[in-house]
């Protein structure tokens, strides 16, 4: 996005704020056909602001903006409606998504496939659905868009199929490698691997398992923390702080 451009009717959705002098925000967004964007909203911490209550993270909005700079100044801001308030556990979820959006994806660069699926997390979770799956759906997305797509239904060295029986090393940016020996059984307990069936039913986005929620889980953590390259994730402090009280 070039010179002083004038953007309407942009669908997208709060990522974080925080304020701007004694009046304004700058508020990170996520929008649709430009990704992860920066705008000024000047004045929207006044008390009569007609923004002020519209800038509500997880919530759907319709944004224009315009100016030529790092950060563009918003012009337009129209709440559309249709997802309820998340609380509760889904509302750590939430966070755990913008934190991941804010410090994963470059500024200004569209990922609409990505922006779908993160608008269906949310309304998934707001309507109180499992949050195994959304989230796990989310993440494999996230990764894909960035370049960083999983391997999951096949062996990194022999290209076979994953065999559901069997434990795989997975190795990052290569994918699943079976194990050999005394622990190529699925009922070897080991962290560092993850069984076939459990690789299988990511890449079905099947989750009803209890034993693929929870390799999966552990999959997808350890992935993240590798691309985020050491940068920690305040979302995931705070949720083991509330959970721990």
Known sequence: MSGKQRIDGQPAYVLHSYPYSETSLVVDVFARAYGRV????????????????????????????????EVKTLAKAEWLGGVPLLSGRCLMLGYYMNELLVKLLPREDAHGALFDAYAAALQALAGGAADAPELRRFEKTLLKELGYGLTLDRDAESGETVDAEARYAFQIERGPVRKVGAGDTASTLDSATICGKSLLDMAADDYADP????????????LIAHYLAGKPLQSRRVFVELQEL
Request: aromatic fraction near 6%; charged fraction near 25%.
């Open 38 to 69: 920066p705008l000024l909203a000047r004045g929207a911490r006044r008390p009569r602001s007609a923004l002020r209550g519209l800038l509500m993270a997880f919530q759907p909005l319709e944004l224009g903006w315009f100016g030529g700079g």
């Open 211 to 222: 034993r693929t929620r929870a390799e999966s889980k552990l999959l997808m953590r350890q």
